[in-house]
């Protein structure tokens, strides 16, 4: 069975960093454009940043441009998002997820998702 595992992520304090990762397993990412995903409660899932299949090009929400910033390394079969300078709402579950169809925003395309990782920004 195909997998995306998320870890990474904790209870930090506001102004505070943590960089969440997405390993692959049983495929290889490299075919595959990678997206960040966050549902905070009571909320939707919104999409926080997506990265192209070779790493050239990105995507960031607004909310999180400047602060957060999402690589992969092949090699590894991993994706990482790097986020600095949280914010309370930045609390929120953080998936990650895989899709053949190249970079965008639509969650439907993403046919691979990880099981989340929770994130909770608190003093």
């Known amino acids: 069975q195909l997998q995306l595992v998320e870890s990474g992520g904790g209870l930090v304090q506001p102004g505070g960093s943590l960089r969440l990762s997405c390993e692959a397993s049983r495929f290889t990412l490299n075919d595959y454009a990678i997206g960040w995903f966050r549902q905070a409660p009571g909320k939707e899932r919104e999409g926080v940043s997506c990265i192209s299949e070779a790493g050239d090009r990105t995507l960031y929400a607004d909310s999180v441009k400047g602060r957060f910033t999402i690589s992969r390394d092949n090699a590894k079969n991993t994706a990482y998002l790097q986020m600095n300078s949280l914010k309370p709402e930045d609390t929120a579950i953080y998936y990650c997820?895989?899709?053949?169809?190249?970079?965008?925003?639509?969650?439907?395309?993403?046919?691979?998702w990880g099981q989340g990782t929770q994130v909770t920004v608190s003093s």
């Open positions: 997820a895989a899709t053949l169809y190249g970079i965008n925003w639509y969650q439907g395309d993403y046919d691979y």
